[in-house]
Protein backbone atom coordinates (compact mmCIF):
# COMPACT_ATOMS: atom_id res chain seq x y z
CA UNK A 1 0.00 0.00 0.00
CA UNK A 2 2.88 2.21 -0.91
CA UNK A 3 3.29 4.82 -3.48
CA UNK A 4 6.86 4.79 -4.92
CA UNK A 5 8.45 7.37 -6.75
CA UNK A 6 12.09 6.87 -8.42
CA UNK A 7 14.02 10.26 -8.50
CA UNK A 8 17.99 10.97 -9.71
CA UNK A 9 19.30 12.97 -7.20
CA UNK A 10 22.44 15.29 -6.12
CA UNK A 11 23.94 15.90 -2.94
CA UNK A 12 22.07 18.63 -1.52
CA UNK A 13 18.62 18.15 -3.67
CA UNK A 14 15.33 18.06 -1.92
CA UNK A 15 12.57 15.71 -2.77
CA UNK A 16 9.20 16.72 -0.50
CA UNK A 17 6.63 13.77 0.17
CA UNK A 18 3.03 13.86 1.41
CA UNK A 19 3.96 15.05 4.88
CA UNK A 20 8.01 16.18 4.75
CA UNK A 21 10.54 17.07 2.89
CA UNK A 22 13.71 15.16 2.17
CA UNK A 23 16.78 16.19 1.61
CA UNK A 24 19.92 14.55 0.15
CA UNK A 25 23.09 15.58 2.95
CA UNK A 26 25.55 13.61 1.22
CA UNK A 27 27.31 9.84 0.82
CA UNK A 28 28.26 7.92 3.85
CA UNK A 29 31.48 5.43 3.03
CA UNK A 30 32.66 4.45 6.54
CA UNK A 31 30.09 1.79 7.26
CA UNK A 32 29.89 -0.55 10.58
CA UNK A 33 30.40 -3.65 8.69
CA UNK A 34 29.44 -5.45 11.67
CA UNK A 35 26.57 -4.19 12.01
CA UNK A 36 25.30 -4.86 8.27
CA UNK A 37 27.37 -7.95 8.01
CA UNK A 38 29.78 -6.97 5.44
CA UNK A 39 33.13 -8.37 3.97
CA UNK A 40 36.05 -6.89 3.99
CA UNK A 41 35.72 -6.79 0.03
CA UNK A 42 32.41 -5.62 -0.43
CA UNK A 43 31.78 -2.25 -1.53
CA UNK A 44 29.16 -0.49 0.53
CA UNK A 45 28.29 3.09 0.66
CA UNK A 46 24.98 4.56 2.53
CA UNK A 47 22.96 7.75 1.31
CA UNK A 48 22.17 10.14 4.47
CA UNK A 49 19.11 11.96 4.12
CA UNK A 50 18.28 14.22 6.54
CA UNK A 51 13.76 14.11 6.70
CA UNK A 52 11.72 17.64 8.19
CA UNK A 53 8.32 16.71 9.12
CA UNK A 54 5.85 19.27 8.95
CA UNK A 55 5.97 19.83 12.56
CA UNK A 56 9.98 20.89 11.59
CA UNK A 57 10.75 17.73 13.71
CA UNK A 58 13.95 16.22 11.60
CA UNK A 59 14.64 12.49 11.39
CA UNK A 60 17.72 11.02 9.61
CA UNK A 61 17.74 7.62 6.89
CA UNK A 62 20.47 5.85 5.88
CA UNK A 63 19.27 3.41 2.92
CA UNK A 64 22.59 1.26 2.13
CA UNK A 65 24.11 0.06 -1.25
CA UNK A 66 26.44 -2.82 -1.53
CA UNK A 67 28.15 -4.28 -4.40
CA UNK A 68 28.91 -7.90 -3.34
CA UNK A 69 30.93 -10.20 -5.94
CA UNK A 70 30.01 -7.93 -8.85
CA UNK A 71 25.76 -7.94 -7.88
CA UNK A 72 24.40 -4.92 -6.14
CA UNK A 73 22.24 -5.63 -3.01
CA UNK A 74 20.39 -2.62 -1.36
CA UNK A 75 19.08 -2.17 2.08
CA UNK A 76 16.13 -0.17 2.55
CA UNK A 77 15.48 2.68 5.31
CA UNK A 78 12.17 3.13 6.49
CA UNK A 79 10.94 5.87 8.90
CA UNK A 80 7.59 4.32 10.52
CA UNK A 81 6.40 7.85 11.94
CA UNK A 82 5.82 8.82 8.72
CA UNK A 83 5.39 6.30 6.66
CA UNK A 84 8.26 6.56 4.43
CA UNK A 85 10.88 3.78 2.93
CA UNK A 86 13.80 4.94 0.86
CA UNK A 87 15.63 2.51 -0.94
CA UNK A 88 19.11 3.51 -2.78
CA UNK A 89 19.30 1.74 -5.91
CA UNK A 90 22.13 3.11 -8.23
CA UNK A 91 24.86 5.15 -8.02
CA UNK A 92 26.31 7.39 -11.10
CA UNK A 93 30.47 7.82 -10.14
CA UNK A 94 30.68 10.36 -13.41
CA UNK A 95 28.25 12.47 -12.27
CA UNK A 96 27.99 11.86 -8.26
CA UNK A 97 24.15 11.51 -8.90
CA UNK A 98 22.44 8.63 -6.74
CA UNK A 99 19.06 6.77 -7.81
CA UNK A 100 16.89 6.71 -4.59
CA UNK A 101 13.12 5.38 -4.64
CA UNK A 102 10.89 7.21 -2.03
CA UNK A 103 7.99 4.94 -0.68
CA UNK A 104 5.26 6.72 0.72
CA UNK A 105 2.61 4.83 2.46
CA UNK A 106 -1.16 6.17 0.88
CA UNK A 107 -2.63 6.45 4.23
CA UNK A 108 -0.59 9.47 4.77
CA UNK A 109 -2.23 11.35 1.91
CA UNK A 110 -5.55 13.33 3.25
CA UNK A 111 -8.97 12.59 1.06
CA UNK A 112 -10.61 16.38 1.03
CA UNK A 113 -13.90 17.31 0.07
CA UNK A 114 -14.15 20.58 -2.35
CA UNK A 115 -17.17 22.65 -2.23
CA UNK A 116 -17.51 25.16 -4.56
CA UNK A 117 -19.63 28.36 -3.31
CA UNK A 118 -21.97 29.86 -6.22
CA UNK A 119 -22.89 33.60 -6.33
CA UNK A 120 -26.68 33.45 -7.22
CA UNK A 121 -27.27 37.16 -7.76
CA UNK A 122 -31.39 36.90 -7.23
CA UNK A 123 -30.52 35.61 -3.51
CA UNK A 124 -31.58 39.12 -2.62
CA UNK A 125 -35.04 39.52 -4.30
CA UNK A 126 -35.53 35.70 -2.53
CA UNK A 127 -34.64 36.97 1.05
CA UNK A 128 -37.41 39.61 0.49
CA UNK A 129 -39.76 37.73 -0.56
CA UNK A 130 -39.29 35.65 2.02
CA UNK A 131 -39.74 38.41 4.83
CA UNK A 132 -42.83 39.57 2.94
CA UNK A 133 -44.29 36.05 3.18
CA UNK A 134 -43.63 36.51 6.97
CA UNK A 135 -44.70 40.18 7.43
CA UNK A 136 -48.06 38.99 5.71
CA UNK A 137 -48.25 35.79 7.87
CA UNK A 138 -48.22 37.68 11.16
CA UNK A 139 -50.49 40.65 9.97
CA UNK A 140 -53.30 37.95 8.63
CA UNK A 141 -52.61 36.29 12.03
CA UNK A 142 -53.33 39.61 13.78
CA UNK A 143 -56.01 40.34 11.71
CA UNK A 144 -57.81 37.11 12.37
CA UNK A 145 -57.47 37.53 16.18
CA UNK A 146 -58.93 40.70 15.98
CA UNK A 147 -62.05 39.23 14.45
CA UNK A 148 -62.03 36.45 17.09
CA UNK A 149 -61.85 39.21 19.40
CA UNK A 150 -64.82 41.48 18.19
CA UNK A 151 -66.76 38.56 17.02
CA UNK A 152 -66.44 37.32 21.11
CA UNK A 153 -67.50 40.75 22.66
CA UNK A 154 -70.48 41.36 20.13
CA UNK A 155 -71.96 38.14 21.08
Known amino acids: M ?9 IGDTIVTSNS ?4 KGLDKDIDRANYNLNDSD ?19 KPLFVIRNFSVFVQESEIPELGLKFVFSKIDPETGKIELSVSDKKSNKKDFVIMKAIIFPGINILWMGCLLMIIGSVVAIRKRVN ?9
Open 43 to 61: LAVAAILSVEDVNKKIYTA
Open 147 to 155: QLKKSNTAA
Open 21 to 24: FVIV
Open 2 to 10: YQTQNKILA
